[in-house]
Nanobody, 127 residues
């Protein structure tokens, strides 16, 4: 069974930075495109960024993340990263990672069917 463990969240002032990590087990990590998602209270979970499998040469970003967030992966460590800079109060959310079906430069599909979501990591940005 696929398991994910997100970490790296915290409380930061607006304009600050955080680096999220997602350790994945239960699959051949390098073979799978991966995605970052977030959910704020009262809102549906939304895509933030997705990165293709293998060399991760295709990365998609939500408009809200473009120019501020950078996704990367270390296949040797089965770990996905999200570097978040210039954080805004509206970035406050619980952040999750999951394998996704497909990534291209203009879209990212949903998490794979049957994905067991992790507990997420909380990001809180104060104004």
């Amino acid at each position: 069974q696929v398991q994910v463990a997100e970490s790296g969240g915290g409380l930061v002032q607006a304009g600050g930075s955080l680096r999220l990590s997602c350790r994945v087990s239960g699959l051949v990590f390098a073979d799978y495109p991966m995605g970052w998602f977030r959910q704020s209270p009262g809102k549906e979970r939304e895509h933030v960024s997705c990165i293709s499998g293998n060399d991760g040469d295709i990365i998609w970003y939500a408009d809200s993340a473009k120019g501020r967030f950078t996704a990367s992966r270390d296949n040797a460590k089965s770990t996905l990263y999200l570097q978040m800079n210039s954080l805004k109060p509206e970035d406050t959310a619980l952040y999750f990672c999951a394998p996704v079906g497909h990534v291209s430069s203009w879209m990212c599909s949903d998490a794979l069917p049957g994905t067991a979501w992790g507990q997420g990591t909380q990001v809180t940005v104060s104004s």
